[in-house]
T-cell receptor, first 115, second 115 residues
Framework: AQKITQTQPGMFVQEKEAVTLDCTYDTSDPSYGLFWYKQPSSGEMIFLIYQGSYDQQNATEGRYSLNFQKARKSANLVISASQLGDSAMYFCAMREGNRDDKIIFGKGTRLHILP | DAGVIQSPRHEVTEMGQEVTLRCKPISGHDYLFWYRQTMMRGLELLIY????????DSGMPEDRFSAKMPNASFSTLKIQPSEPRDSAVYFC?????????????FGEGSRLTVL
């Protein structure tokens, strides 16, 4: 069963607009962590932001913020004031806080920023 | 500090040949992960190690795939014999749970093409 779901295979957004990339997850473990990664066309994986399941506040890192809705099991990435350089593939990932500490990824969303 | 180092960056081989991919994690990291990325299946977790011990290899596609971590600074992923459907980008990533958010640090990937 897929544990990380990213429902938007692709998105087109006008430059300077805000973007929300959806991510829902499934876990029965009360302790877990959620990550977002960016993969530009060059192929490297770039860590963007992290949210722990016990964190009281939504994580923020510069123009990136994570809209964490625990009851809905949702961890959407928000990019404010999008830039052309934000065009990339974005992956949501989850670490379940059990003994194994596995980290699994969603299928990703390809974001295109239009000038 | 050097990041995760993978070799080779590109490998083209013929069906039936043995392929060995190599990874040097970041010094001091206690987890090492191998992922495979394809268009169809996204980022799949193949296997991961904790303190050089394999924890979960349930993602390894079949017996043709094997992975080892003989010491804290080196891991290999071997495919024998290789098949065209093994063509993909193989990522190695490491992380530490001792500090920070425990995010994965990825290598640049090894692009494998099996003819």
């Amino acid at each position: 069963a897929q544990k990380i779901t990213q429902t938007q295979p692709g998105m087109f957004v006008q430059e300077k607009e805000a973007v929300t990339l959806d991510c829902t997850y499934d876990t029965s473990d009360p302790s877990y962590g959620l990550f977002w990664y960016k993969q530009p066309s060059s192929g490297e994986m770039i860590f963007l932001i992290y949210q722990g399941s016990y964190d009281q506040q939504n994580a923020t890192e510069g123009r990136y913020s994570l809209n964490f809705q625990k009851a809905r099991k949702s961890a959407n990435l928000v990019i404010s004031a999008s830039q052309l350089g934000d065009s990339a593939m974005y992956f949501c990932a989850m670490r379940e806080g059990n003994r194994d500490d596995k980290i699994i990824f969603g299928k990703g969303t390809r974001l295109h920023i239009l000038p | 500090d050097a990041g995760v180092i993978q070799s080779p960056r590109h490998e083209v081989t013929e069906m039936g040949q043995e392929v060995t991919l190599r990874c040097k994690p970041i010094s001091g990291h206690d987890y090492l992960f191998w992922y495979r990325q394809t268009m169809m299946r996204g980022l799949e977790l193949l296997i991961y190690f904790n303190n050089n011990v394999p924890i979960d290899d349930s993602g390894m596609p079949e017996d043709r795939f094997s992975a080892k971590m003989p010491n804290a600074s080196f891991s290999t992923l071997k495919i024998q014999p290789s098949e065209p459907r093994d063509s993909a980008v193989y990522f190695c990533a490491s992380r530490t749970t001792r500090q920070g958010t425990g995010e994965l640090f990825f290598g640049e990937g090894s692009r494998l093409t099996v003819l």
